[in-house]
């Protein structure tokens, strides 16, 4: 069992679809992240959450809406997404509480296509 | 503002060769972290470092504070070492990551 699983690890929506990513860490870590890279660009981060609540949100639109239901499941919503929101979607988690103190460990991401 | 810059942005190299890619950043930060990313997208952390040197196999990972610069090389390099290196920086309240050196190990 990997540390850090994502599903989908491919997905393909319409701009007026409602569809879900999910990560899952099988690490007793803390904190969750959800990251986006789009092509030719570094890595940015869009939410943190520590212990189940949000402690950092990067002026995300609010056509991605994030879900920790608990410390080991994060989840991200998509919804009425546009094309340049197509990337490649990384969650991650570290034993931190969301300080960045710790050691990231990365699923292998959800490449996401918006038509 | 912090930012963070690595050199080079592409690099090709024959199988065996020593590795250097380096790393700098602008601030004063917590940790220094080193990590893979291989064509599929997933990401491995290779080191997190705060000070001096550490070694994994034939990865080295080394930072100077004072310089704000940090390095990895990768000794006998093998083509399974293709993948895009990443440096990133953390604080108490940000990580930045750089824009990623892109490696190419010939046989």
């Known amino acids: 069992e990997t540390g850090v699983t994502q599903t989908p690890r491919h997905l393909v929506m319409g701009m007026t679809n409602k569809k879900s990513l999910k990560c899952e860490q099988h690490?007793?870590?803390?904190?969750m992240y959800w990251y986006k890279q789009s092509a030719k660009k570094p890595l940015e981060l869009m939410f943190v959450?520590?212990?189940?609540?949000?402690?950092e949100n990067n002026s995300v639109p609010s056509r991605f809406s994030p879900e920790c239901p608990n410390s080991s499941h994060l989840f991200l919503h998509l919804h009425t997404l546009q094309p340049e929101d197509s990337a490649l979607y990384l969650c991650?988690?570290?034993?931190?509480?969301?300080?960045?103190?710790?050691?990231?460990?990365f699923g292998e991401g959800s490449r996401l296509t918006v038509l | 503002k912090n930012e963070v810059e690595q050199s080079p942005q592409n690099l090709t190299a024959q199988e065996g060769e020593f590795i250097t890619i380096n790393c700098s950043y602008s601030?004063?930060?917590?940790?220094l972290h080193w990590l893979q990313q291989h064509p599929g997208g997933g990401i491995v952390s290779l080191f997190m470092?705060?000070?001096g040197k550490k070694k994994h196999g034939r990865l080295i990972a080394t930072i100077n504070i004072q310089e704000k610069h940090s390095s990895l090389h990768i000794t006998a390099s093998h083509p399974r070492d293709s993948a895009v290196y990443i440096c990133?920086?953390?604080?108490?309240?940000?990580?930045?990551f750089g824009p990623g050196t892109s490696l190419s190990v010939i046989p």
């Open positions: 990133a920086s953390t604080s108490y309240d940000k990580v930045i």
């Open positions: 470092l705060s000070s």
């Open positions: 959450y520590s212990l189940e609540e949000r402690v």
């Open positions: 991650a988690s570290s034993q931190d509480g969301g300080h960045y103190t710790g050691e990231l460990f």
């Open positions: 601030v004063g930060i917590s940790a």
């Open positions: 690490l007793g870590h803390n904190a």
